[in-house]
């Protein structure tokens, strides 16, 4: 399997009213083709604005640097109308919520063939050939049906299914799922991450799933990249990483999932918060939080260093080291 | 703001076997029989308002000689039903104005229904003629100065809509009227058509569209030339009003996931503009323009007055100075009329645009 995209160092700058904060610090990951990469953390750690770095869509006034390499070449260095032709056709995306992400006013056709029409030039009735395929595909029952309607006619799973079609229309090779799962019944969250999971098989799509929720990594995740304060916290295999976690930041998350047969009694939620923009402490992001803090957390960043084989951790002291 | 959500998922459930046309129909049949019940009202008020104002139409019409006669008064008064007590006067005046009889005029002595037909489309032609360059230009505006935000553009455009919002009216006027008309001669100042030319043959009041109609491009030509001033002047508050609207609309609208997710397409961005963004914000803006339209018929009266435009703010004006009752109460209901439709126009916009309400 073929790296498919390289993140190099990429920072984000965000406009503040103070000036710029960053929101993404030195962040470094790759996506292979073909696999599912998760990007977990806390609400505020700069998962989303990761993916809208990549997609050139940051807030106004935002500023990046660093790299990200897909397919040979550097998103980040594109011209805005380079970037257009791989929105949507190479790098297709889906959002949290899909009552808000679809347009409520436009018919799921034209939502689902516009941008078909634009990138790949083909004709109205052979792009709604395609989308009665596309539809099927991702299992709404009549599609031909589905076409003519609008997304309040359906349900919340329903809709989103519906934008996972939208973000294949263009037979994308990778997909930015940014919490694709958060806003909808936790009943029709696994069918949504069978259907992620089909899809990549089916159609040797790399897909990153972003997420707050460790619970939805382990259903999906080949590889796993924990973020903290827009930073990297450890990163590696889903095996690894979910099953003999190196930094107390991930052992924190995992210890914060409710157990299936523990109930509410094993939920040990980490203390405090995360920081909010331009607020991210000296030294190691967590230290604040962390109950194995030294002081030499207090006053260097540490970078993530490889700990085994594909397997990297931002924390020098190494308090769960011992225990694999 | 239903969020629907059929249990199987199945599109439109019910929901859109119910013949979006025939709920349309019915909404529309609706509002119909609520307009004209509330036209009768206006009636009703009109009628009411013009008893409770002092001064007795004979005196204001047949002037001071006659007063001073007995008979020419009593004659006066049984010729318009002055004596009838006031509830028979409001239903025969009803009764009526159903059949399109909206009595005769005191002043000009000629029916009310045939004078309305003169005015009314004058002021009408101008309005809309006002209310489609508004549109045009003060969504256009609006849009540009929301995509600039707080750039060059955006600030210019700003200072634009704040002179158009505050410059009175009657100020615009004189001075376009001062330098365009008179000064430079650039575009014709008074009336609706060059003195040579006589009116086109009926059929719309427009002179515009019944000189095309007829085939009679310098008839034609002449009238849309004269509607420029006017309609310009009237359409300086509207655009300033509309463009600042526009914009905040917009800026709303830019602000959602749909926005952030047509964008994530690769669509050129006069496509998200005009696709994704126009369309929500058309409805909001539509309401204004219905409201925006209001403004221009009150307008209408300064501006008839300076261009010398016979429309229905002269005639108003001309029966509100004489007391002309019939004559009031029939530009009330044209007045009221027209308001009304302008409402139904706008809930049928709101169908057209957003499906969301045709399917509710
Ligand atoms: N439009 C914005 N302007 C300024 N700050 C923002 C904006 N969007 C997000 N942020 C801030 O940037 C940080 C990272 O946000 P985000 O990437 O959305 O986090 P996550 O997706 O991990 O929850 C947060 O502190 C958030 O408050
Ligand atoms: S570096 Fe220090 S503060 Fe940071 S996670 Fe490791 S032990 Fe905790
Ligand atoms: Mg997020």
Request: proline fraction near 7%; hydrophobic fraction near 45%.
């Amino acid at each position: 399997m073929g790296t498919l995209l390289e993140v190099e160092d990429l920072t984000v700058w965000l406009a503040t009213r103070n000036g710029p904060r960053k929101a993404v610090d030195g962040l470094t990951f790759r996506v292979d083709s073909g696999e599912v990469f998760g990007i977990a953390g806390e609400s505020g750690s700069g998962k989303t604005m990761t993916a809208m770095a990549l997609l050139g869509l940051l807030p106004h006034a935002a500023r990046t640097s660093g790299r990200a390499v897909f397919e040979g070449r550097d998103l980040l260095a594109m011209k805005p109308r380079e970037l257009r032709d791989v929105r949507g056709r190479s790098i297709a995306m889906v959002s949290q919520d899909p009552s808000t992400s679809l347009h409520p006013m436009l018919s799921i056709e034209t939502q689902v063939t516009e941008h078909m029409r634009h990138h790949l030039g083909v004709g109205k009735s052979e792009a709604r050939g395609r989308a009665v395929e596309l539809l099927s595909t991702v299992r709404i029952p009549d599609p031909e049906r589905a076409l003519r309607a609008h997304p309040a006619q359906f349900s919340g799973g329903m809709r989103q299914r519906i934008a996972i079609a939208v973000a294949l229309a263009c037979e994308p090779r990778l997909l930015l799922a940014d919490e694709p799962t958060t806003a909808l019944d936790v009943t029709v969250q696994a069918g949504i991450l069978r259907l992620l999971n089909r899809l990549r098989q089916e159609r040797d799509l790399a897909v990153v799933v972003i997420t707050h929720d460790l619970g939805v990594m382990s259903a999906v995740a080949d590889r796993i990249c924990v973020m903290y304060g827009g930073r990297t916290a450890e990163i590696g295999p889903r095996e690894t990483v979910l099953t003999h976690p190196r930094h107390p930041y991930t052992r924190g998350l995992l210890d914060a999932l409710p157990h299936p047969e523990g109930g509410a009694a094993t939920l040990r939620p980490i203390p405090g918060s995360p920081p909010s923009l331009g607020a991210v402490p000296e030294g190691c992001p967590f230290h604040p939080r962390c109950a194995f803090a030294v002081a030499s957390c207090r006053e260097e960043r540490p970078e993530p260093v490889p700990v085994g084989s594909d397997h990297r951790v931002a924390c020098p002291p190494d308090p769960l080291g011992g225990e694999a | 703001m239903s969020s629907a959500k059929p249990k199987s998922g199945a599109p439109g459930t019910g929901r859109r076997a119910a013949r979006p046309g025939g709920v349309l129909l019915r909404f529309l049949a609706r509002r119909l029989a609520a307009a004209l019940l509330l036209c009768v009202g206006i009636t009703l008020v009109a009628f009411t308002l013009t008893q409770l104002v002092p001064g007795d139409p004979a005196a204001a019409n047949l002037g001071q000689q006659a007063i001073g006669d007995p008979a020419a008064v009593a004659a006066f008064r049984a010729k318009y039903g002055l004596d009838q007590p006031l509830p028979v006067q409001y239903l025969t005046y009803i009764g009526n104005v159903f059949q399109g009889n909206l009595g005769m005029s005191q002043q000009s002595h000629r029916p009310v229904a045939e004078d309305l037909a003169e005015f009314v489309p004058a002021t009408i032609e101008l309005a809309l003629f006002a209310i489609v360059v508004s549109l045009l230009v003060g969504v256009a505006l609006g849009v540009v100065a929301a995509v600039n935000r707080d750039r060059w553009p955006d600030q210019v455009l700003r200072v634009v809509s704040l002179g158009g919002v505050s410059m009175p009216t009657f100020w615009v006027a004189l001075v376009a009227f001062y330098l365009l008309s008179f000064k430079f001669d650039l575009l014709p100042g008074t009336g609706r058509l060059d003195p040579v030319l006589s009116p086109p043959p009926y059929t719309t009041g427009f002179y515009s569209v019944d000189a095309a109609l007829a085939g009679q491009w310098d008839v034609m030509w002449s009238a849309l030339g004269h509607l420029v001033l006017p309609s310009l002047v009237l359409a300086v508050y509207t655009v300033g009003m509309l463009m600042r609207f526009s914009r905040a609309s917009v800026l709303e609208i830019l602000g959602n996931d749909y926005v952030r997710a047509a964008r994530a397409k690769g669509l050129p961005e006069r496509v998200v503009i005009v696709r994704h963004v126009l369309r929500p914000a058309m409805v909001a803006i539509i309401t204004v323009a219905g409201v925006a339209f209001g403004s221009l018929l009150s307008g209408a009266v300064l501006v008839e007055k300076i261009f010398s435009w016979p429309g229905v703010g002269q005639y108003a004006y001309r029966s509100a100075v004489n007391l002309d009752l019939p004559g009031i109460m029939g530009v009330s209901i044209v007045v009221a009329a027209v308001y009304i439709l302008i409402n139904l126009l706008v809930d049928l916009l709101y169908g057209v645009i957003d499906p969301r309400i045709r399917l509710t």
